[in-house]
């Protein structure tokens, strides 16, 4: 039984920095988990954001992402974080970590962890609220 809490969510003005963390507890560690971060904004789907596999050996960023985000994992201390720099208002939202307990490495497995909406994903963190404006 994985349980995940975001924190690091605030409101932060456009072009400012945040870093979100995402604490993992279980009886196992971090790497036997591919894992992700979400977004949704008011009236629009749940997005994926970013993916990482178990050792990191593949990485998927939405376009929308891309060069201003940053994920990254710590398996020894069971954390994952998404890094968001030059933050913009259409960033808002509130944004999930998840897991999955699978061991996943190719690049193709790893965007469709964030990207096919039929993927299985069973455990999620409750959400930390975003919120980008001036």
């Known amino acids: 039984q994985l349980q995940l809490v975001e924190s690091g969510g605030g409101l932060v003005q456009p072009g400012g920095s945040l870093r979100l963390s995402c604490a993992a507890s279980?009886?196992?560690?971090?790497?036997?988990?591919?894992i992700g971060w979400f977004r949704q904004a008011p009236g629009k789907e749940r997005e994926g954001v970013s993916c990482?596999?178990?050792?990191?050996?593949?990485?998927y960023y939405a376009d929308s992402v891309k060069g201003r985000f940053t994920i990254s994992r710590d398996n020894t201390n069971n954390t994952m974080y998404l890094q968001m720099n030059n933050l913009k208002p259409e960033d808002t939202g509130i944004y999930y970590c998840?897991?999955?307990?699978?061991?996943?490495?190719?690049?193709?497995?790893?965007?469709?962890?964030?990207?096919?909406?039929?993927?299985?994903?069973?455990?999620w963190g409750k959400g930390t609220l975003v919120i980008v404006s001036s």
């Open positions: 990482l596999g178990n050792s990191g050996d593949s990485t």
């Open positions: 998840a897991a999955k307990d699978s061991v996943i490495a190719r690049l193709a497995t790893v965007r469709a962890m964030c990207t096919v909406r039929e993927y299985d994903i069973h455990y």
């Open positions: 279980s009886g196992r560690t971090l790497d036997y988990y591919a």
